[in-house]
């Protein structure tokens, strides 16, 4: 009777929250390798769970940021375009976005990327999400090496200008 009595705790929502708190830090601190030797992606269902929740949300994002996967891009994007996200959550987003493309690459299909240029072209002129965003969109476009290198490689230069030393003879000859 008493170890069934014992083995069920009963815990109060604000118990609760404490718990969620304390293990969206100890994900987060696993992420970023303050506690280092754990894999969180058997997490990652109970991580994106948590972009709702508004005591975890920036949390969340962080470890998302971190890591890789082109499906954690495609959610990260996803949240940057979205209007209707608040600009608290959209400007975390578009840090984490910008880490996790420069670390992982660009991953992102065109219909983010079109996404994605018209919300920086939809945000506020001089704010940080719009200078984020222009920093996200320039990294998209950025070129490699290769094009680098087949754009060098096609370069004519224009033909030389006639020397002016003529015209200016018969102008004080004339």
């Known amino acids: 009777d008493h170890f069934k009595r014992a083995r069920i705790v009963k815990l109060t929502a604000a ?6 708190k304390l293990s969206m830090d ?5 992420a970023r390798g303050e506690i280092t030797g754990y894999d969180v992606t058997p997490a990652l269902a109970v991580i994106k769970r948590q972009l709702d929740s508004p005591d975890n949300a920036l949390r969340a994002l962080e470890i998302l940021g971190r890591l890789p996967g082109k499906e954690i891009q495609y959610q990260l994007a996803d949240i940057v375009s979205n209007a209707d996200q608040d ?3 959209r ?3 578009v840090l984490e976005l910008n880490r996790h493309m420069q670390k992982n690459g660009v991953q992102l299909d065109k219909k983010q990327v079109a996404n994605l240029q018209a919300a920086a072209s939809q945000a506020d002129v001089g704010s940080v999400l719009r200078t984020q965003l222009n920093v996200t969109i320039s990294m998209i476009s950025r070129t490699t090496g290769a ?3 087949a754009d060098l490689f096609k370069f004519r230069p224009d033909v ?3 020397p002016k030393e003529k015209e200016e003879k018969k102008d004080k000859d004339g």
């Open 15 to 20: 118990e609760r929250s404490d718990f969620a």
């Open 26 to 30: 100890t994900l987060w601190k696993m």
């Open 87 to 89: 600009v608290k959550m």
């Open 91 to 93: 400007v975390p987003a």
């Open 147 to 149: 094009k680098t290198g």
């Open 160 to 162: 030389p200008a006639p």
